[in-house]
Structures are given as structure tokens and as C-alpha cells.
């Protein structure tokens, strides 16, 4: 499967832990976004990354949150001293090469995500 | 105001309708347009990209975007029980997508 891979697919843990969260984008693609989805509404934006930086970071990216993309290639969402309202689904999507190589860059494919269960 | 407003209201039609689905959005940045199919519990999967004003036919999908009203539609031909899902319309620049809540869709036999 060359899609967007997440891992865990489920996680329940209680309330003051810390939880982390994988990402693998496809392999071909240099930027990657986090987003997360509560029932009934559509995604909301977190941060992203082009190649290892990240270039962009939501409000909703509280200093509890920290995303990391150390070599470019996968990336991991950390989580500390997880609240009830941090449960929510934690989609990964990565997008084509931008600029002068061509390509789509905002046609995000987004992966199976991550549940959250804070108790 | 949200960046992008779809009535989430959910939609039920008959197997072989057509099925209309609308947004607006308030950035005029936004310069890239998506439709997404979500299955329950599922992550969002591409189905539609536009980029500005137009049409977009794809089989029974169709995606048209009016950048003069900021409105953003998809229409799907002949509808099947399979194309029972949620849909979420998406726009944006360079970076972020912004997100309508999406509707749900059900087409019944």
C-alpha cells in the first residue's frame, strides 16, 4: 500500500498522559500536514511541514502540542498532559513536490487517522 | 465566520438521482478546490480538485467552482448505494485546506 499510514490506528489513555502519534506520508511527497476532526465537523488544520521544516502552525496548536519531521521523511504529533477535550480524531495527509518540479501541491491525500480517547 | 460554510444538514435521495452538494468560502486566496468522500470512522479521501473557476467532470462527479461568488458545488450523476457517505468540501492556498463540516449523504435502494 504506497498511500498515507498512521499509528496507532485507535488510542485510549487517561487523562494527564502522554501520547504520540506516527505518521508515514507517501514516499514521493515532500510536504506533510496534521489536522484533527471532531464528530460532526470537517478537519481542522494543525501545523505542516515542508521536507524536515515546519513552516506553519494553527492556533489551535496549544504548547501542549508538538509536531516533529526530523529527517523529512515520517512524522510524529506528541500530545502532553492529554485533556478530555483532546479527544478527537488526528488525521495525517501529505501532499506532492511544490515549485518548479510541477505537481498538484495542495491536492492533500490524507491517511486512515489516528482516534483519540482521552478519559 | 468559518473560512468555508457547507450546511451540514444530512441529504437522503432515491438510487439514480442526482445529488447536489454546495459551499461557500470567504478567502479569496484560495486558489485550490476539493471534494472529499469520508466513510465512517474513515479518513477523508479525494475525490474532486479544482484549481479556480470552472467545471470538473469525472465519471458521475462533477465539480464546479464560481470564484466571482465564492461558491463551490458537486453534483453526482446516477447515484449509487456505495456513494452513501459524508461528504466535505475544502479550499485553499499554497498550504492549509479549510474545511466545510460536510454532509451526509445517503442513497437508498
Known amino acids: 500500500d504506497t498511500g498515507v499510514s498512521q499509528d496507532p490506528r485507535h488510542k485510549i489513555t487517561k487523562r494527564g498522559q502522554n501520547v504520540t502519534f506516527r505518521c508515514d506520508p507517501i514516499s514521493e511527497h515532500n510536504r506533510l500536514y496534521w489536522y484533527r476532526q471532531t464528530l460532526g465537523q470537517g478537519p481542522e488544520f494543525l501545523t505542516y511541514?515542508?521536507?524536515?521544516?515546519?513552516?506553519?502552525k494553527s492556533r489551535l496548536l496549544s504548547d501542549r502540542f508538538s509536531a516533529e519531521r526530523p529527517k523529512g521523511s515520517f512524522s510524529t504529533l506528541e500530545i502532553q498532559r492529554t485533556e478530555q477535550g483532546d479527544s478527537a480524531m488526528y488525521l495525517c495527509?501529505?501532499?506532492?513536490?511544490?515549485?518548479?518540479?510541477?505537481?498538484?501541491?495542495?491536492?492533500?491525500?490524507f491517511g486512515p487517522g489516528t482516534r483519540l480517547t482521552v478519559l | 465566520q468559518k473560512e468555508v460554510e457547507q450546511d451540514p444538514g444530512p441529504l437522503s435521495v432515491p438510487e439514480g438521482a442526482i445529488v447536489s452538494l454546495n459551499c461557500t468560502y470567504s478567502n479569496s486566496a484560495f486558489q485550490y478546490f476539493m471534494w472529499y468522500r469520508q466513510y465512517s470512522r474513515k479518513g477523508p479521501e479525494l475525490l474532486m480538485y479544482t484549481y479556480s473557476s470552472g467545471n470538473k467532470e469525472d465519471g458521475r462527479f462533477t465539480a464546479q467552482v464560481d470564484k466571482s461568488s465564492k461558491y463551490i458545488s458537486l453534483f453526482i450523476r446516477d447515484s449509487q448505494p456505495s456513494d452513501s457517505a459524508t461528504y466535505l468540501c475544502?479550499?485553499?492556498?499554497?498550504?492549509?485546506?479549510?474545511f466545510g463540516k460536510g454532509n451526509q449523504v445517503v442513497v437508498i435502494p
Open positions: 495527509a501529505s501532499s506532492p513536490n511544490s515549485g518548479t518540479s510541477g505537481g498538484t501541491y495542495n491536492e492533500q491525500f
Open positions: 511541514f515542508q521536507n524536515e521544516a515546519q513552516l506553519e
Open positions: 475544502a479550499s485553499g492556498g499554497n498550504n492549509r485546506l479549510a
